[in-house]
């Protein structure tokens, strides 16, 4: 499995998500300084007052660079969904490829450390609750990333019916670690994954 979202990706796996674009210096300084602050206080709390000033910029400047504050939303998430994939299927490609059930855990495990440095759990989980069923320009972005994740499963597991119930485990894991305060969450899932896994196989 390739290290990078390219056209080496398999096609079930390349992003369902437009490139980030490009961005001069201070659209990129507008751009951390609004992803730490909307995954540290929520999407709604964060003006683009506190954005700008974080950023060394002026107001001016983020309207300029992005039109809007929704625009800046969107693309926080868009660039944390290229992250993410970037990691996992590096980490994937370092795995064997003809031992699935391997990477079905492995994807476990790479959660497990790429969490320990999230402090609010799932960004995209998050921003969804503060911004729910409307026509944000963040919600796309979140809906392909969680599809990105089922197709992920459907694919390791080859088997649609196995990879859903994989990708629930996933997603109540990122819940359970963070919401839910359960250090043992990952540990708990892997089993789960282990035994679904088994199940599969008697039946085939």
Not at 40 to 60: C, M, P, S
Not at 137 to 159: H, S
Not at 163 to 190: C, D, I, K, Q, S
Request: aromatic share 6%; glycine share 6%; net charge negative.
């Amino acid at each position: 499995m390739p290290t990078t979202l390219d056209e080496t990706t398999p096609a079930a796996l390349r992003p369902v998500l437009r490139p980030l674009p490009a961005m001069t210096d201070a659209g990129t300084r507008l751009l951390d300084a609004a992803s730490d602050l909307f995954y540290d206080r929520g999407v709604r709390a964060v003006g683009v007052d506190l954005i700008a000033e974080t950023a060394g910029t002026t107001k001016k400047t983020l309207y300029d660079r992005f039109g809007s504050k929704d625009t800046l939303v969107a693309l926080y998430l868009l660039r944390r969904a290229h992250r993410w994939r970037e990691h996992l299927l590096a980490r994937l490609a370092d795995a064997d490829a003809a031992d699935r059930g391997e990477q079905v855990l492995l994807v476990f495990d790479v959660v497990r450390t790429w969490m320990g440095t999230q402090r609010r759990g799932c960004a995209f989980v998050n921003a969804y609750a503060e911004l729910g069923d409307g026509d944000h320009p963040a919600v796309p972005v979140i809906r392909a990333e969680k599809a990105w994740m089922r197709t992920l499963f459907d694919t390791l597991a080859g088997d649609a019916a196995l990879g859903a119930h994989l990708h629930l485990l996933y997603e109540g894991t990122l819940v359970v670690l963070t919401a839910g305060a359960n250090p043992l969450a990952v540990e708990e899932a892997r089993s789960s994954a282990l035994v679904a896994m088994a199940a599969a196989e008697r039946v085939s």
